[in-house]
């Protein structure tokens, strides 16, 4: 067998792709994966990185193109990450993301048999985020902002990030050039000094109003009033400017402390029809017109009626629990972040739903204590994080009984691994939707209907 060098040179097929989308080619059937290549081309390859497993090798030339490649705007944007899959086609990465998930049926959850539906795009796949949190960091000696190289601390100053709002883009700029004139000594993340850390930006999809959340490392924000003054007089849509101080050293972005300098504290958008308010740290799904198709296919999904009881686990501000309200007995919510369930009672007050009930705590836990209420779901939708279920969560909601269960999942992986659990104990996976709600990149969303078997 050849042995694969790093800084060598070599001339490969693309065989095919990772679940990142990083091309995958074999020398003795040893993998090399490399960024921007795609199965049948040819390329030739500088080796960056070796292992005893396998090696990252960068494409130095391409004797051919695939036919499912499409120009990238921006090599950044894959660089970055931000867009790490802007190289195919967008009809090549539906396909792609069905791939994966039925991948991970087959191999994870064991069910070759479960219908994995063609995935479910956007009709312009870019321009979609409605959060930006942007590192500001010294670069040039100056105040920057921009993203991450994948895997260093090297700031690719960016200004078009393609899949974000335009209009998000644009307030990142104002609010970085704000923060240059009034002297704002930007973030060392290896020293862990400076003081401002990273610009979050929230813009309502449907009401647009806007929130810029600046993250500093410490409390002290000598001149907050007149940069929140500025922000807001060049920003119109501007009706919150938020401090929030983190001063860890670490990678999580923001901490738990948050300081109101200007405007309201919360900024509201509607989802399907219903209003909510978004805090600064609440969980709001990024693509808004897409996660309207993807909590409507969950509804779907559900044939719900009007005698049915309800669990919404991981509730987050209610935005599934109070979508289909209207067309069911009662929702029970639980969510462990108690902003969140704050958020929530006041979704359910303003959209005038009082047929839900929210409670704090851990899914599992609260089930069992709605269980001996006599509380009895015919279904239960379910959101969870990359992380997928607990163990617990899984037993606790088979134990419940309930008719029918909708998966929401944001990682098929666990997705999958989830799902054999559930047919041990006696719930059969009927069908899989994937949901592109991160176009131009690997991630992707399914909704899956769970019955119970008879």
Known sequence: METIEKNQTYTVTIDDLTHEGLGVAHIDRFPIFIENALPDEEVEILIVKTGKKFAYGKVLNRMNESSNRTPVKNMDLLRSGIAPISHMKYEYQLEFKQEQVKRVMNKIAHMP?????????????????????????????????????????????????????????????????????????????????????????????????????????????????????????????????????????????????????????????????????????????????????????????????PEDVVIDAYCGIGTIGLSFADKVKHVYGVEIVPQAIEDAKFNAEINGVTNVTYQIGKAEKVMKQWAQLGIQPNVIFVDPPRKGLAEEFIVASAELNPDRIIYISCNPATLARDLERFGELGYQTEKVQPVDLFPQTYHIEAVVLLTKAV
């Open 113 to 305: 048999e479960v219908p994995v539906m063609s995935t479910i795009g956007m009709d312009e796949p870019y321009a979609y985020r409605n959060k930006a949190q942007i590192p500001v960091r010294k670069l040039d000696e100056q105040l920057a902002t921009g993203f991450y190289r994948k895997n260093s601390h090297e700031l690719l100053p960016i200004e078009d990030y393609f899949i974000q709002d335009p209009e998000i883009d644009k307030a990142i700029v104002v609010v970085r050039d704000i923060l240059r004139r009034f002297k704002i000594k930007p973030y060392n993340e290896e020293e862990n000094t400076g003081f401002m850390r990273h610009i979050v930006i929230r813009r309502a999809h449907y009401s647009h109003e806007m929130m810029v959340i600046l993250v500093t490392r410490t409390a002290k924000f000598f001149q907050a009033h007149r940069i929140a003054e500025a922000i807001q007089a060049e920003l119109p849509e501007v009706v919150s400017v938020v401090q929030n101080v983190n001063s860890e050293k670490t990678n999580v972005i923001m901490g738990k402390e948050e300081i109101l300098i200007a405007g309201k504290e919360s900024i509201q958008d509607q989802l399907l029809g219903k209003t909510y308010r978004i805090s600064p740290q609440s969980f709001y799904q990024v693509n808004t017109k897409q996660a309207e198709v993807l909590y409507q296919t969950a509804i779907d999904f559900a044939q719900l009626t």
